[in-house]
Nanobody, 128 residues
Framework: QLQLVESGGGLVQPGGSLRLSCAASGFTLDYYAIGWFRQAPGKEREAVSC????????YYGDPVKGRFTISRDNAKNTVWLQMNSLKPEDTAVYYCAAERVVASGPVCFLLRDEYDYWGQGIQVTVSS
């Protein structure tokens, strides 16, 4: 069974850091781009970041540029999202998602409709 599982969320003070993990089981991530999305109460799910299947291409939504870093290790079947300088407006449920790529390369998309598999989500709360 194909599954994505997020971990590493929790409560952090403004200015703090968290690192989210997205671990895949039932399939290997070698031919999947991975995206991170988030959804705050009463808001639509928005794209945070994505990384190509090769790890060469990384992209970020404007609200997190310069603060978040996405990375991956295909040998460990895991993708991470390092979140620094967290703000209260980063509070949301964070989801990782996988998109099967047609060809290996440096591309990924910050579009939720592109993604085939989703994790169950994990809460991140930034508050003093």
């Amino acid at each position: 069974q194909l599954q994505l599982v997020e971990s590493g969320g929790g409560l952090v003070q403004p200015g703090g850091s968290l690192r989210l993990s997205c671990a895949a089981s039932g399939f290997t991530l070698d031919y999947y781009a991975i995206g991170w999305f988030r959804q705050a109460p009463g808001k639509e799910r928005e794209a945070v970041s994505c990384i190509s299947n090769t790890g060469i291409g990384t992209y970020y939504g404007d609200p997190v540029k310069g603060r978040f870093t996405i990375s991956r290790d295909n040998a460990k079947n895991t993708v991470w999202l390092q979140m620094n300088s967290l703000k209260p407006e980063d509070t949301a449920v964070y989801y990782c998602a996988a998109e099967r790529v047609v060809a290996s390369g440096p591309v990924c998309f910050l579009l939720r409709d592109e993604y085939d598999y989703w994790g169950q989500g994990i809460q991140v709360t930034v508050s003093s």
